[in-house]
């Protein structure tokens, strides 16, 4: 369901654009941490495996957003000598702090934090709490200089 994420971002990101919207890649990502939000907070605690299955499809899609359109949105705002470079630090970051750092930090939290394995469920609850509504927060501050960037991306081509 991860791709199904990836390719509705696309999607809406390629509609927002036909609509005028400069900022649309940065505007479907948000829209994939906002939607994670509800789901990611709820999915921890639902009474029954069944209906944690059934959670895990929506937060599969949402969590997958932002990694189609900001990989697309990257090499439009940058020189095309630099896309290269850009892509591989996007890369690196992702994988560093997201991938690493974040299941790390969860495991911490689940250890010293709350003691028990089986509280894992309040970890992930904390991180989908906290770092969603700030991915959302910071794509929102960074919408206008985007679009900005794209404008000045499209003097260089």
């Keep these: 369901f991860g ?28 829209l994939g941490g906002i939607g994670m939000i509800p789901v990611g907070l709820l999915t921890p605690i639902v009474p029954s495996e069944t209906w944690a299955w059934i959670l895990l499809v929506p937060v599969a899609v949402f969590v997958n ?34 991938m690493t750092l974040g299941l790390s930090f969860t495991g911490m939290l689940t250890d010293y934090v709350f003691s028990k394995p089986e509280d894992v469920r309040y970890s992930l609850m904390v991180m989908v709490g906290v770092f969603s509504p700030l991915g959302v927060g ?16 499209d003097a260089w081509n």
């Excluded at 359109?69 to 690196?92: C, D, E, K, Q």
């Excluded at 910071?138 to 991306?153: N, Q, T, V």
């Design 138 to 153: 910071l794509l929102w501050l960074g919408r206008k200089h985007y679009a900005r960037s794209l404008e000045a991306s």
């Design 65 to 98: 957003y932002p990694f189609g359109v900001a990989a697309g949105a990257l090499p439009a705002i940058v020189p095309p000598n630099m896309r290269a470079r850009v892509g591989a630090v996007y890369s690196f970051v992702v994988i560093i702090l997201g």
């Design 3 to 30: 791709s199904i994420g990836v390719v509705s971002a696309a999607l809406i990101a390629e509609y927002l654009t036909k609509k005028g919207r400069r900022d649309a890649n940065i505007i479907a990502g948000m």
